[in-house]
């Protein structure tokens, strides 16, 4: 194929898969396959790596991202990004509504109503029908640019639909995370015993602020746009140039009505206070604005936001639905669980079927009996969660619910965990849902990594006898994997691939996917460095693993006892000898740092420089300690953006300095930021 012939079918490739994305993500029209559509882009691929000089920013092929990192750069808005005055009632709506009236004294106006997503707000500039840079809000006057992120987030159009688009204008909207993504999401991290995002807003910020674009890309985010700002506008109105800015490809809600009376204003906010709950994105609220241009002009602005625009805020979603039944659940370490399961109840854009009753105290405390109707809480919480009963609608011979006095799989007495709620099945080695689950977990991302080995090829596994104990993973071969049902010959493959990568997984991942009692992430990591080999941690005793930073005498004497079962030395031993990591690597058995030696951080919020995790690196290596939550004990807070307005106010309480990331790294000697 000549140069020529090339540039013609890759600019040919380019439009149709814009297209397709325009069909796809915003009309929801799709016209063909998913499978031709990713036949196309694996052509246009192969095209533009056999052609490098036709290369495009904006080809749909960008749209994955890159693994490149880069921090963010500060740019300064041409207009100011103002905030809306709120609204809690209808009759402050109907306030500002009477307050319009008389300011424009006499003139007729109409209001358009829209929805108010809570997102990330976002600033996007186009240049002849082209993306030229996506700014966040920030402080209104400056945001980060974001543009490489925001450019894999197919519902935004990198190139316009053919119409009558300036040559440049700005459009403003919302980032968002849908809330089947934002579930999968916070699913995992809780199967990774990763703090879970407390809402879509908070993953959507999180995400759009990773320092990997092909990270960003694999979140599948969203967007809603809701302004649009230039010095030549196709239409003297506000509602004339949204309904043209989606013609020309960008996501404008459907919500978005134009009203004409306070009485379709009324009705607007009644019927959004139901339905608001069948969209599938977060939203909480209703922005209402003065649809001519010329009169939000003339009605000016505050010194923090419109005279012609207010927001009316939603109240927490709640619902009031049947228990159908309670059932008990054994986990990884064997706490049962007790979970409500819910005739199924619509909050927040998700069906609600089940919800976490935690242990026997909150079912005792809630006085929950068969058959009940139950209050349920969402309103962008992690996961649902019952408020209380409805005494009234409670039948006279319901029988209370009791906590079961046996583990529901293997039959097993329960027992109280001392000084604590939860009931727990002590047969660790012979129920099934705790060796499957520590199975799940040994394999898991953040653990050993082996990839293929989900909840269900665990339990597989284990129930055709292939893998009763961690260390039968190493005798696994891939013929018996591919006689399995559900497993072909690719994720056998995988599997076994796995496997072998993963004894290259470093020693303070191995101690924590073994499932010791009470040993997380972090711990597990200061526990090997501070042993730095299983030959050390085997031989110690329960006074020398309290001298452990983290370990107490009750941590200590679960390590003690687990590394001192039969079954346990047998695991560790048949690891060792299939060639896993048991002791650091010789990087890390050099001297640490101790420019933070004796502080105790909490960090909080979303970070540019570098991620969470990198961050909790820094402060150990340099002799710091992880906190989760603020207590006088707290040395100071690494504050990112978005820190939580509670935790500023207990840190105000409690007299503790708040850290900038760059006060931080200054803190800190350069090889610790590398």
């Known amino acids: 194929m000549t140069a020529s012939d090339a540039q013609k079918k890759i600019n040919e490739l380019r439009d149709q898969l814009h297209r397709h994305n325009h069909n796809y993500y915003i009309l929801n029209t799709p016209e063909i396959s998913d499978k031709e559509f990713d036949m196309m882009m694996k052509e246009l691929e192969k095209l533009e790596l056999e052609f490098p000089q036709f290369f495009d920013p904006l080809s749909p092929t960008q749209r994955v991202g890159s693994d490149l990192s880069k921090d963010f750069e500060h740019v300064t808005h041409e207009r100011p990004m103002m905030s809306l005055s709120n609204s809690y009632s209808i009759e402050e709506v109907d306030e500002w509504f009477d307050r319009i009236k008389k300011s424009l004294d006499g003139d007729s106006f109409s209001i358009v109503g829209e929805m108010k997503f809570d997102g990330v707000s976002i600033s996007i500039t186009y240049r002849n029908g082209r993306l030229e840079r996506a700014v966040t809000r920030g402080d209104g006057t400056q945001g980060d640019d974001v543009t490489a992120n925001v450019k894999t987030i197919r519902s935004i159009p990198l190139e316009l639909q053919p119409g009558d688009w300036p040559e440049f204008f700005e459009i403003r909207g919302e980032i968002l995370m849908p809330w089947e993504v934002f579930e999968k999401l916070n699913a995992e991290r809780a199967y990774n015993e990763e703090p879970l995002f407390a809402n879509p807003r908070n993953a959507a910020s999180g995400t759009l602020k990773m320092r990997k674009s092909g990270d960003v890309a694999k979140r599948h985010l969203d967007a809603r746009f809701y302004y649009l700002l230039s010095d030549n506008l196709p239409f003297d109105n506000h509602y004339d140039n949204m309904m043209a800015a989606r013609s020309w490809g960008f996501k404008v809600s459907s919500a978005m009505k134009l009203l004409n009376s306070l009485e379709e204003v009324d009705e607007y906010i009644s019927y959004w206070d139901i339905h608001r709950k069948e969209l599938p994105v977060a939203t909480d609220g209703l922005v ?108 006279p011979d319901a029988e209370k619910i009791h906590f079961v006095t046996e583990c529901p799989v293997c039959g097993t007495k329960l027992v109280r965990i001392y000084g604590e709620a939860a009931w727990c099945c002590p047969n660790r080695y012979g129920c099934r849902p705790q060796i499957t689950g520590k199975i799940e977990h ?233």
């Open 442 to 674: 040994f394999c898991a991302r953040r653990m050993m990594n082996i990839d293929g080995i989900g909840e269900e090829t665990a339990e597989l596994l284990f129930d055709c006898g292939l893998v009763e104990r961690i260390a039968d993973l190493y005798d696994l071969k891939q013929a018996q994997l591919e006689a399995l049902d559900r497993i072909g010959e690719k994720t056998a493959s995988r599997i076994i691939e796995g496997i072998e990568d993963s004894k290259k997984v470093p020693f303070e991942r191995v101690v924590y996917a073994l499932s010791i009692p009470n040993i997380g992430e972090t711990t597990a990591k200061r526990l090997a460095l501070a042993v730095k080999s299983m030959e050390k941690l085997l031989s110690m005793t329960e006074e020398e693993l309290t001298a452990v930073p983290d370990i107490g005498p009750v941590i200590a004497k679960c390590i003690y006892d687990f590394l001192r079962d039969p079954i346990n030395i047998d695991n560790i031993a048949r690891l060792t000898a299939a060639g896993v990591q048991m002791r650091l690597s010789e990087d890390k058995m050099l001297p640490q740092g101790d420019a933070l030696s004796g502080k105790t951080i909490v960090i909080s919020g979303t970070f540019s420089h570098h991620s969470r995790d990198e961050y909790k690196d820094m402060i150990e290596r340099e002799g710091g300690k992880n906190a989760g939550s603020i207590s006088k004990n707290t040395s100071f807070v690494l504050a990112g953006e978005n820190m939580g307005p509670a935790k500023k106010e207990k840190c105000k309480k409690l007299g503790i300095p708040i850290i900038s990331e760059d006060e931080f790294l200054k803190m800190l000697p350069e090889k610790s930021e590398q």
């Open 288 to 395: 209402f604005k003065v649809n001519s241009l010329r009169q939000q002009l003339n009605l000016g602005y505050t010194a923090k936001s419109p005279r012609w625009a207010i927001a009316y805020k939603f109240n927490p979603e709640n619902a009031c639905t049947q228990l159908r039944f309670v059932s008990f659940e054994t986990g990884r370490m064997g706490i049962v669980t007790p979970v409500a399961n819910l005739e199924p109840v619509l909050l927040s854009g998700t069906i609600v079927k089940r919800a976490s009753l935690h242990n026997d105290d909150i079912i005792q405390e809630l006085d929950i009996h068969r058959g009940d109707w139950l209050y349920v809480e969402k309103g962008g919480e992690i996961i649902p969660k019952i408020t209380g009963v409805d005494e009234s609608r409670r039948l």
